[in-house]
């Protein structure tokens, strides 16, 4: 009967373990899905911050800050047409990883804009910025 009752405590113990440890888990998976929500709100009342002040957005304030340099933005509309005009396999690629081929497509612009802009003998520092 020793070992039963033995048996039984151990096997109490163990699922009081698991149920706190689940429970644990819930409050953990609340608590990050809150902050999330946070850190998305606050990133919407920055960015509408920065546009009632006129300054750059917050993940370019970064780079730039907001002294007397200008930035001059460019967002590629039609990305996809413009990889299918490179090759005839980008249509493949872009269903199953339209991300690489968005990267690749950005930076051969990044380089074209780059050689266009110094054959013109124009100074510039051109870089890719992810927006969210």
Do not use: Y
Not at 31 to 57: K, S, T, W, Y
Not at 88 to 101: E, N, S
């Amino acid at each position: 009967m020793d070992g039963v009752g033995f048996v039984d405590s151990v096997v109490i113990v163990g699922l009081v373990l698991v149920v706190v440890g689940l429970v644990v888990l819930v409050l953990a998976v609340r608590e990050v899905r809150r902050l999330r929500a946070d850190v998305v709100a606050l990133e919407e009342r920055a960015g509408e911050l920065a546009g009632e002040l006129g300054a750059l957005p917050p993940e370019l304030s970064r780079s730039f800050g907001t002294g007397a340099r200008h930035l001059i933005s460019v967002e590629i509309l039609n990305l996809f047409e413009l990889a299918h005009k490179e090759s005839v396999l980008t249509r493949p690629f872009t269903a199953l990883t339209p991300r690489l081929l968005r990267d690749v497509v950005h930076r051969r612009i990044v380089g074209r804009v780059r050689q266009s802009l110094d054959e013109q003998g124009v100074r510039a520092d051109v870089r890719l910025h992810r927006a969210r």
